[in-house]
């Protein structure tokens, strides 16, 4: 039964012993460790072709993973940096997730760490890239502060943003569920998080303060605007012109830290939004695993804690 090219064979062994010939062959040319042949004779045969070995089964010792944490880490990192599809890999590896789960092959911590580590690179070089070009162009605050705040913004919220990817990948049921739910839920954050929209209705107003896209922009303008005692000319025919106290008085400059304050109305407690930022990283990542271990998506596993069934097909 030779697996065909570029298919997986975990799926081509299953699709193989979905024969009953098949199955009868392996049965046949089975062979059961001494240890497990005296519990079998030790328990009675069920009639329904089940046999339950109870907890005595648990002397044997016999390990839940055949391989240790380092060894299933360093496997799945390299498979996991072959493969990066980010939102798109929990609903189309799911099946085979939990089949090499319930195999014994990896721990899903285990899954999840390495895949995180695995796309932790790309998630630090595309934002860095995007940021040394488009910086200068649009010709920023210049100050070193600035700019590596700047970037140190923009790669937390790219992972941040991740996560809520992550999880939304794990709660789908297949890859065009995700898709609509991602976008749904990008351009509902991207509407409100006051970028593209100043003035938003009073019943969606609250809306912001769920947006990602709302911490990290007024993390990156309290950057611009507060570091390296930043001034600004007063332009008399702006409407910002009578808001701002130095600009009203009469003076040509106004500094970045009263336009944040008056004119833009940004969040100015900085540590406040990077520690929000940093809540919806964690929060997300946790919902994403705690979805991928226990939420199944109608997977049935046959195997209790304390009880083994073996099959006697």
């Not at 990066?84 to 799911?94: D, H, N, S, T, V």
């Not at 070193?144 to 943003?161: P, T």
């Not at 999880?167 to 976008?183: H, L, R, Y």
């Not at 994403?288 to 226990?294: G, I, P, Q, V």
């Amino acid at each position: 039964y030779p697996c065909p090219v570029q298919y997986n064979p975990a799926d081509h062994i299953m699709d193989i012993v979905q024969d009953i010939e098949v199955r009868k062959r392996v049965v046949e040319a089975f062979t059961i460790s001494d240890e497990v042949n005296a519990l079998l004779k030790k328990n009675s045969i069920d009639k329904k072709n089940e046999i339950e070995i109870e907890d005595e089964f648990e002397s044997l010792k016999i390990p839940k993973f055949a391989t240790g944490f380092w060894t299933q880490l360093r496997v799945l990192f390299y498979r996991t940096a072959l493969n990066k599809k980010g939102l798109l890999a929990f609903p189309a590896e799911r099946v085979i997730i939990n089949k090499e789960r319930a195999s014994g092959s990896y721990r899903i911590s285990t899954y999840f760490l390495a895949k995180t580590m695995a796309e932790t690179p790309l998630l630090i070089t595309l934002p860095t890239t995007f940021i040394l070009i488009t910086y200068w162009m649009a010709g920023l605050n210049p100050n070193a502060g600035a700019f590596f705040g700047f970037l140190f913004i923009e790669i937390l919220a790219v992972s941040a943003g991740e996560g809520i990817g992550l999880f939304v990948g794990t709660v789908s049921t297949d890859i065009d569920t995700g898709m609509v739910i991602a976008t749904v839920s990008l351009m509902s954050m991207l509407l409100v998080g006051g970028f593209f929209a100043k003035h938003v209705p009073v019943f969606l107003s609250w809306l912001k303060y769920l947006s990602l896209f709302y911490y990290a922009f007024n993390a990156c303008q309290t950057f611009e605007l507060s570091t390296g005692n930043v001034q600004f000319q007063c332009d008399p025919k702006s409407e910002f012109n009578n808001i701002l106290p130095s600009c009203s008085r009469g003076s040509d400059t106004v500094s970045g830290d009263e336009i944040l304050k008056y004119a833009l109305g940004a969040e100015t407690n900085f540590g406040f939004t990077i520690g929000l930022i940093v809540v919806i990283w964690v929060v997300f990542r946790v919902a994403a695993y705690l979805t991928l271990r226990y939420v199944k998506h109608g997977i049935n596993r046959s195997i209790a804690k304390n009880k083994i069934i073996i099959l006697n097909t």
